[in-house]
């Protein structure tokens, strides 16, 4: 079993839907948790960083953590043709640890 | 957020020969530095842990031989392919550690696509 399980999609959505993008982990030790974006043929980029369980929002991104069920969610409002990308959840478990990824989510939406 | 950067974005080389890509932190100090290596459809795969001043930690399953791996500067890593195969054709992107709101995490370069002839 992996450590982080992310449904690879394709996810295709209309422009303006709300996309929910998640992973489940199994190490319960994972304190950290990330959400980044590859746009193809590009190296991805960071665009939520929580620590612990909670909501954090920038703009039309909203992640949640959920460390009791060990489940972490990327929320996007108003989607955009251009988030049309790969989304990647890693975590890590201390300060100094390495990153462990999920599998990525490919994302499309349509205008 | 944090810039890094990486040359060249893209290289063809015949089999045999030996690349070297970099990886620049630059706006930021980064006392380690990752090397991954992504096939398509694929998520990242970590190589090898670098750590300025010291040898880089590998993956298991990593050549060490084949990947050369130098930390010089707290801005700057590179990665030589030795005597590259078309096997090694891959997307290697690299990442450097940095602190962010409080903590820290790694912000990545924007790759480098290897193709072996």
């Known amino acids: 079993q992996k450590e982080v399980e992310q449904d690879p999609g394709p996810l295709s959505v209309p422009e303006g839907a709300i996309v929910s993008l998640n992973c489940t982990y199994s190490n319960s030790a994972f304190q950290y948790f990330m959400w980044y974006r590859q746009y193809s043929r590009k190296g991805p980029e960071l665009l939520m960083y929580t620590y612990s369980s909670g909501n954090k929002e920038d703009g039309r991104f909203t992640a949640q953590v959920d460390k009791s069920s060990k489940y972490i969610s990327l929320f996007i409002r108003d989607s955009q043709p251009s988030d049309s990308a790969t989304y990647l959840c890693?975590?890590?478990?201390?300060?100094?640890?390495?990153?462990?990824f999920g599998e990525g989510t490919q994302l499309t939406v349509n205008p | 957020g944090a810039v890094v950067s990486q040359h060249p974005s893209w290289v063809i080389c015949k089999s045999g020969t030996s690349v070297k890509i970099e990886c620049r932190s630059l706006?930021?100090?980064?006392?380690?530095m990752f090397w991954y290596r992504q096939f398509p459809k694929q998520s990242l795969m970590l190589m090898a842990t670098s750590n300025e001043g010291s040898k880089a930690t590998y993956e298991q399953g990593v050549e060490k031989d084949k990947f050369l791996i130098n930390h010089a500067s707290l801005t700057l890593s590179t990665l030589t392919v030795t005597s590259a195969h078309p096997e090694d054709s891959s997307f290697y992107i690299c990442?450097?550690?940095?602190?962010?709101?409080?903590?820290?995490?790694?912000?990545f370069g924007p790759g480098t696509r290897l193709l072996v002839l």
């Open positions: 990442s450097a550690r940095a602190l962010a709101g409080g903590g820290e995490t790694q912000y």
């Open positions: 890693a975590m890590r478990r201390t300060s100094g640890s390495r990153l462990t």
């Open positions: 706006d930021f100090q980064a006392t380690t």
